[in-house]
């Protein structure tokens, strides 16, 4: 039994029960998948699976980090690793970064979560569905997004006023 | 040699190659243009498995909550009647059970936990993924058949999710762009996800009790940003090899993320409540304020979708009884003749929201007896409506029986809107909201299930 599972270790790269959760996962998803492949729109829900994934990683991710490492560079807090030299960044410049950071992240995850509201898809099925006409709530997310930072920009003003 | 104990050993071995060792051994050898510059590039201090873990921990709490109450949600509709979408699940569901009618909050707990939950987990699901995404660029990406495999795991554990939070957003907010059945997608995908979910938790829980004992939550949270530095090299390649100064502390990372979740189900919460609260919601499409007088709360189908006409809920509209060999027709007046109840209930919907309104009516099961069949096993329910998934029901014999299920016929003292199922709805404690049938034409009693 120990010679069998050194073996396993050996020729797989892990043990039984890896092997055995994974094969168990494989299974529901092979099964799964067998079901769904008898629906006509099989491939629109592996696009939108497999797309998913792509999107976040590939598109949604780079597009977060670039856009941080812009501001960073437009408000000269510095990215790369200390060298010889270089001093700790400046906690005023930092301050201002975050007090940035934190509405535009919130306002960025408001626009991802509601965005079918805020754009007004799907006006028809909205109708059918609640009795009432579809009004796009872009305005209502610039105006939370407006006070988001605004509520930001006072409170840095304080902590500045503060120090 | 003795072999190594499996408990103290890694799940799957980074270091070493499994078999065919040449093939992995070259693809090691042969790193792409550019992968040396991604690994050192990734800049993060905060990047580690201690983060990492938190982010997981939080996800391990309510991740298992969204899926145990997705799955119940399926079970209230009664699948063994067929009226559970999908259909034809196979054994991919939880036993049949009758759907219980108390308390009368249960459905619109189970489904204001799944979707309110959903949502709010959004932004540690997002920074969870921000967390391990050097991962994905890693080089090799495997040095074994296990490694593959738990890899692939990752890109249903992955795709599973994002495609949940994606189907489930769309739906609650009707943007159905997606073109395909949102029930089989969301259904069927939960079962990837939760597959996969299982590996990742079998295979990883270890590293994370590790990583959570690894540093002091509490010193975590006094630490400033200026003294926040990187957690030590870890066998995964979470901390970044040549990290950058900190611009924020781990006690702000947490804060950020719980922040974003707050302020989601700040926006959320509203949309299981009545009164002003319900505004509160105020980008989604049950924050908005459903109008005035008795009848003024959320519709989910217009009369106007359903296709019911004025003319077949005026005068000419009747209530056909059926069961145990006889049948009973009934205009309004005669129903409104009939005892009549009062039930304070709420009605809650599939897309999370709910509202609690008085309703009378005639009790099911007076209307049972009338039919003849006084102890029904069930009762299937039509509407005038001609097309759509809820155009009819079946009840299981204890939503027939509670004597707070009726044929409602007003609201808040008021005549029901037509919009709101004139002349006749059904409403029964916890039955999901599409299945309390509105347009009600006719009932069949049935004795033996």
Partial sequence: MARWLARLRAAYGAGPRHLLVLLLCFAVTGWVALRVSGEATWGRMLLWFVGAVIVHDLVLFPVYATADRALRGVLGVRTRPAGDGDTEPDPRRLALLNHVRVPALASALLFLVFLPGLLGWGADTYRAATAQERTPFLLRWLAVSGVLFLLSALLWLLRRARR | MPAPDPSTQDPADTGRYGAPRRLWRALDRHRPPGTDTVTRGWRSPLRGPWLTSVYGLALLVTLPLVVVTGLLDYAAYAPRFGQAFPTDVGWLRLPYFDWPTRPAWLFRLTQGLHVGLGIVIVPVVLAKLWSVIPKLFDWPPARSVAQVLERLSLLLLVGGILFQIATGLLNIQYAYVFGFDFYTAHYFGAWVFTAALVVHVVLKLPRLVTALRSRSPGAELRTPVA???????????????????????????????????????????????????????????????????????????????????????????????????????????????????????????????????????????????????????????????????????????????????????????????????????????????VHCTKWVSGIDFRADG
Avoid: K, Y
């Avoid at chain 2, 989601?264 to 919601?281: C, E, I, K, N, Y």
């Avoid at chain 2, 009819?392 to 029986?401: E, K, S, Y």
């Fill in chain 2, 227 to 433: 003294a926040t530095r990187p957690e030590p090299p870890d066998p995964d390649g979470l901390v970044p090899a040549r990290p950058g100064p900190p611009t924020v502390g781990r006690r702000g990372a947490l804060a950020l993320v719980g922040g974003g979740s707050l302020l989601l189900a700040a926006l959320t919460v509203g949309q299981s409540f009545d009164g002003p609260l319900r505004r509160t919601a105020w980008l989604l499409p049950r924050g908005q304020d459903p109008g005035g007088g008795p009848n003024g709360f959320p519709v989910n189908r217009s009369v106007a979708a359903a296709g019911v006409r004025p003319e077949e809920t005026g005068a000419a509209w009747r209530l056909t009884l059926r069961g145990g060999g006889t049948t009973a027709t009934l205009d309004r007046a005669a129903l409104l003749a009939m005892p009549q109840h009062t039930a304070r209930l709420p009605i809650a919907c599939v897309e999370g929201w709910s509202t609690v309104q008085t309703w009378t009516g005639v009790r099911l099961r007076d209307l049972a007896a009338l039919a003849g069949v006084p102890e029904p096993a069930s009762a299937h329910v039509r509407s005038l409506e001609r097309t759509g998934l809820f155009r009819q029901a079946t009840l299981q014999g204890n939503q027939v029986r509670d004597p707070d299920s009726l044929l409602a016929l007003r609201v808040n003292g008021a005549d029901l809107s037509a919009d709101h199922g004139f002349p006749a709805r059904v409403i029964v404690p916890a039955l999901p909201g």
